[in-house]
């Protein structure tokens, strides 16, 4: 088959950047389609780490202005991997420019710029996406198979969280690289926009919209040192965070994100609850969904551990043999696939701008609901 080359153009080369660097090198040894991605340049202020990321992923050619790479005819695909304050304009100059654009969670800082974002980007009927790998996972995929289905029935609960304990040290800098998450200027929220919008954005695709929050949000640390304005300066970001919510088909929520939870790195769970039928999934265990079915017969019935790793469970058939499981690097690998697969068939790949400023609304409406005390629509 020939296949139309998809040049890519990747800002950022953090931990982000190296999840979809991976991605785009491996998507083509392990899925199908009629695009072929190809890592054209990589662009970030450190022209020399810059440089040393290139080699290290076979990329030819390094820039430090980001407005180069989007202003260059070579170029087909912009990839936004840097700090969220960056997010905004790279997507509006990309998709003026043409450009398909692709980009990290959460979208905007806040609504306001995601909406700018999703405007520019249909304005401009340009391909996008937003990167919520989690929704590729394997055992993830299958629950949202198994709720499509009815398999769950009526559903009347969610339960999600998303537990760090990164932060909890108060000499840790806010500020500058890796530390950018603290700072609310560059990341707009703390585990509002950095966790539970993970949570969130699962949670509307296997439950459907969530209709009205109601959060509180704690700062632990108030001061930290600043790595770029240097001094002790206020952390305005909130550290911890967990609200209620009530979904539209009308069941009832509860949602936990914090960076001080000791002994927890990255605990994503989630449990879901329906009249026939029950989830539970934990990312430290990712190829495996907990699935109790009140239909089994009464002497045998009891949660069953599914090992999502055969032939016919999602994504599955890609891999290797029914038994062996897949990793966290994969989900991104999914994510550029399904994006190909869309742009195969001419079928947007989930989550578009569109469906990914829902996630935004609905923490914003979070954290207005910490500040007022009150319910808030989240729509
Ligand atoms: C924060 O520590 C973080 O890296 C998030 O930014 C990612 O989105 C999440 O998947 C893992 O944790």
Avoid at 21 to 46: I, K, M, Q, W
């Amino acid at each position: 088959m020939t296949k139309k080359q998809l040049r890519v153009g990747l800002i950022g080369y953090g931990f982000m950047g190296r999840t979809h660097a991976n991605a785009y090198t491996s998507v083509g040894h392990f899925f199908e389609s009629g695009h072929a991605p190809e890592l054209t340049a990589v662009c970030a202020r450190d022209g020399a780490r810059a440089k040393a990321f290139a080699e290290q992923w076979g990329i030819k050619s390094v820039e430090t202005d980001w407005r180069k790479i989007v202003a260059r005819d070579d170029i087909d695909l912009i990839d936004i991997a840097s700090p969220n304050d960056t997010h905004e304009e790279i997507a509006i100059a990309a998709a003026q420019a043409g450009k398909m654009v692709v980009c990290e969670k959460p979208l905007g800082r806040n609504a306001t710029e995601s909406r700018a974002m999703v405007d520019a980007v249909e304005k401009a009927g340009v391909a996008n996406m937003v990167w919520y790998n989690y929704r590729r996972v394997p055992a993830v995929t299958l629950a949202k198979q198994l709720i499509d289905e009815g398999r769950l029935g009526r559903i009347f609960h969610y339960r999600a969280k998303f537990l760090q304990d990164w932060t909890i040290a108060a000499d840790l800098p806010q500020g500058g690289e890796g530390l950018w998450r603290l700072d609310k200027d560059v990341a707009g929220s703390g585990v509002t926009g950095d966790l539970l919008a993970h949570c969130i954005d699962t949670a509307m695709w296997l439950n459907g919209a969530i209709d009205s929050v109601s959060g509180m949000t704690e700062t632990f640390i108030k001061e930290r040192t600043h790595t770029i304005k240097g001094g002790m300066q206020k952390v305005t970001i909130d550290d911890a965070c967990a609200f209620l919510a009530r979904f539209a088909n009308g069941s009832l929520a509860t949602f936990e994100a914090t960076r001080y939870a000791r002994g927890h790195k990255a605990l994503y769970t989630l449990e879901i609850n329906g009249e026939n039928a029950s989830i539970f999934w934990d990312l430290h265990d990712l190829h495996r969904l907990e699935f109790f079915d009140h239909k089994d017969e009464g002497r045998t019935r009891g949660w069953r551990s599914v090992h999502v790793t055969d032939g016919d469970h999602p994504y599955m058939d890609h891999w290797w043999v029914p038994g062996l499981q897949i990793g966290y690097e994969h989900t991104f690998i999914h994510q550029v696939a399904d994006f190909l697969k869309g742009l195969d068939e001419g079928k947007p790949a989930a989550p578009t701008f569109r469906e990914a400023l829902a996630t935004d609304l609905v923490t914003d409406a979070v954290l207005k609901s910490a500040e007022t005390g009150r319910w808030e629509k989240a729509t």
